[in-house]
């Protein structure tokens, strides 16, 4: 075990003492078709049901025929999953069995909550008391009956102790594995990696914790939250889950309008003769900022309280190009033998690498419809020759390679681009070019017919990204990139001009 205590320059004049631990806990294989469900099926939220109604105590409240129409979607593979919302170590203060066992359920320090039938509120129920198994017999008898086949935990927390916990989320998880082993679907979310309890979901969305951090942030963005150490420690290690990012940009705005047109959409026309207005999306840079730390990582999943388009259209390329499992990712912190970055710095200028070997079969992913529905959140329009393009690579029998390259730093930054084309199956295109596949195309993305920038705008937002020209030439094997600052380069390896 290597571990980099020391990574720059530093006078050590007294001794240092460092504390280790380890924890262990199970683990578990990445889920199956795993790219299919990321870029394709999708994973989401239910509307409601009992979740809010009746808080952590599953009982129906739709009629038959709402719940014959989710049974039907949940048939459908190209639909996605959906998970119910619940709550931590939380019961609903309404129930009988709360009237009578309220003082036995909380847990120590925990505040009183009466019971009241008329409430929708919640209240602490211990993992370790009887709470916990009169939730899992009736989320157990649920799902049994109706079509929830997913759920999502927020307000995490352990109460009754680490054991009792770690036995409730399993017990959960075993659940919904169990009813649906192909689709159904535990995420947790939590302000970090919980190990005692990893095992026992699919996803884990970590990020509320940087609210605070980014408020308190002079430029309101990630630059100076999440460095790339952090980023990879939280987002790329295997904790026996798939790990997203939450991102809260939103929170910074609070009411201020021109604040949330700025995260959001700032209309700069407004529609007119049922033509779309125009827009910008003024925190442009600060998303790139993201996306960036998102190709380098190969992060899950990446959005929340604000419009990560940047991220989105990565995602959209990503199933133009038909990405399957066969798409191998490596980390910069294990891409030494393949790729070589003269001038990077590490921990802030680093190269990742995505590849599709030569000689596989056709990707067998769905295209997206196109036009996509008007409420979709990826409605994004592009060029027919651009949908040609991004297929004919996707599925080149050549395969492809591609080089995300992140510059973590406040100035512009020039590195020599050094891989191992023989090592990564392309020794022929050592006086090829490097394409910045991210900029290359222009794109238009329109939000769903409900969402709103801000409160009394006469649309959703509308916005058109150009397409820039960012080709890097190859010579003998090796190429000189600029990469903007907080930001990267998406940059496939093509032969010189570009035909393949």
């Not at 993992?127 to 198994?133: G, K």
């Not at 680490?162 to 919904?176: N, S, V, W």
């Not at 990582?297 to 399957?324: S, Y």
């Amino acid at each position: 075990i290597a571990i980099p205590f020391v990574q720059k320059p530093v006078d050590l004049t007294t001794p240092r003492t460092v504390d280790l631990s380890w924890a262990i806990s199970p683990t578990k294989p990445r889920p199956e078709r795993e790219t299919f469900i990321k870029l394709y099926k999708g994973v989401g939220y239910a509307d409601g049901d009992y979740t809010w109604f009746t808080p952590n105590y599953p009982q129906p409240r739709e009629t038959e025929e709402q719940y014959a129409k989710m049974r039907a979607e949940l048939e459908r593979e190209d639909s996605p999953i959906r998970c119910w919302y619940a709550f931590g170590p939380f019961t609903w203060v309404g129930s009988p069995e709360y009237a009578e066992w309220w003082h036995e359920w909380r847990w120590p320090g925990a505040t009183l909550m009466p019971p009241d039938p008329n409430s929708r509120a919640w209240a602490p129920a211990s993992h370790a008391s009887s709470a916990s198994d009169m939730h899992i017999w009736m989320l157990d008898q649920f799902i049994k009956k109706y079509p929830q086949r997913g759920i999502y935990f927020d307000c995490m927390t352990s109460a009754g102790g680490r054991l009792a916990t770690r036995k409730h989320y399993e017990r959960i998880y075993t659940l919904f594995t169990e009813a649906d082993p192909r689709y159904g679907w535990v995420r947790h979310h939590d302000w970090g990696p919980d190990l005692s309890i990893a095992a026992f979901c699919h996803d884990n969305w970590i990020g509320e914790g940087h609210i605070a951090p980014l408020i308190a942030s002079p430029t309101k963005n990630y630059f100076d939250v999440v460095s790339l150490p952090y980023a990879r420690t939280m987002f790329a290690a295997e904790f026996g889950h798939l790990t997203s990012w939450l991102t809260e940009l939103g929170a910074t705005a609070g009411e201020d309008r021109e604040a949330r047109a700025g995260i959001y959409g700032k209309m700069i026309e407004p529609p007119k003769d049922g033509k779309p207005g125009t827009w910008t999306l003024p925190r442009w840079p600060d998303y790139e900022h993201v996306a960036g730390i998102g190709v380098v990582h190969n992060i899950w999943q990446v959005g929340g309280n604000d419009l990560q388009l940047p991220w989105m259209w990565i995602q959209e390329m990503e199933r133009r190009m038909r990405w399957d499992d066969h798409v191998r990712f490596i980390g910069y912190w294990d891409a030494g033998e393949v790729l070589t970055l003269d001038g990077g710095i590490p921990e802030q200028i680093v190269g990742s690498v995505y590849t599709r070997p030569a000689g596989l079969p056709t990707p067998d992913t769905p295209l997206p419809v196109d036009p996509a529905p008007t409420n979709s959140f990826t409605r994004f329009t592009i060029s027919p020759d651009t949908t040609s393009v991004l297929r004919r690579i996707g599925e080149s029998p050549q395969g492809w390679v591609i080089f995300a390259l992140m510059n973590n730093t406040d100035q512009e930054a020039e590195v020599v681009v050094k891989p191992d084309l023989a090592a990564l199956g392309h020794a022929t295109l050592a006086n090829g070019q490097l394409r910045d596949l991210y900029r290359a195309f222009t794109f238009t993305w329109q939000g769903a017919d409900w969402w709103r920038a801000n409160a009394g705008d006469p649309e959703a937002p509308c916005i058109t990204i150009e397409g820039q020209e960012a080709v890097f030439p190859m010579v003998d094997g090796a190429a000189r990139v600029t990469i903007p600052k907080r930001s990267f380069r998406f940059l496939l390896l093509e032969p010189a001009g570009g035909a393949r």
